[in-house]
T-cell receptor, first 115, second 113 residues
């Protein structure tokens, strides 16, 4: 079984709808991240969490919110989806820790289309 | 602050030819450097990483990268590519003490039969 799973894998929705993307991990890592990928722009960080009580904004958090329900679960919500949020979304985990090395382990991605 | 520049957005190469994908980084402190690969319709997976020690790092699938501190580069190389290497490759940097990883915009490697 995959260490980092994302649901759904594909979603088409309409402008103004609320959408939730879910991420679960079995790696036992404390750190979890949400990125979006757009052609020509690489990966951009939306939100990250270093433990259940720690949530931080990334570089493009406007229009998004997150919830860390447990160590293993980190959800991303689009409160009112708009077309320019059409993208590929990735969840990732890392163990980080005192070493400071944040090797990222990625889920398979969710392709979101907002019409 | 930290940043990554991938100089080529696309690199076409014939099968069995060598390839180099270029990556330059910027950071005021010590760095950890990564290369990730994304095959079509898949997530990113770690190809290799430099943490410390030997500047030549070997990864999976015959890839290697060399850390050059004076040139602030971490170029990825493979002596002979295969069709299955067709993918997008991302360079990433994580500065010591900095909690986030910064990714480059990616380089699409197209292997031509």
């Amino acid at each position: 079984d995959a260490d980092v799973t994302q649901t759904p894998r594909n979603r088409i929705t309409k402008t103004g709808k609320r959408i939730m993307l879910e991420c679960s991990q079995t790696k036992g890592h404390d750190r979890m991240y949400w990125y979006r990928q757009d052609p020509g722009l690489g990966l951009r960080l939306i939100y990250y969490s270093f433990d259940v009580k720690d949530i931080n904004k990334g570089e493009i958090s406007d229009g998004y919110s997150v919830s860390r329900q447990a160590q293993a679960k980190f959800s991303l919500s689009l409160e009112s989806a708009i077309p320019n949020q059409t993208a590929l979304y990735f969840c990732a985990t890392s163990d980080g820790g005192t070493s400071g090395v944040n090797t990222q382990y990625f889920g398979p991605g969710t392709r979101l289309t907002v019409l | 602050a930290q940043s990554v520049t991938q100089l080529d957005s696309q690199v076409p190469v014939f099968e069995e030819a060598p390839v180099e994908l270029r990556c330059n980084y910027s950071s005021s402190v010590s760095v950890y450097l990564f290369w990730y690969v994304q095959y079509p319709n898949q997530g990113l997976q770690l190809l290799l990483k430099y943490l410390s020690g030997s500047t030549l790092v070997k990864g999976i699938n015959g890839f290697e990268a060399e850390f050059n501190k004076s040139q602030t580069s971490f170029h990825l190389r493979k002596p002979s590519v295969h069709i299955s290497d067709t993918a997008e490759y991302f360079c990433a940097v994580n500065s010591g003490g900095y909690q986030k990883v910064t990714f480059g915009i990616g380089t699409k490697l197209q292997v031509i039969p």
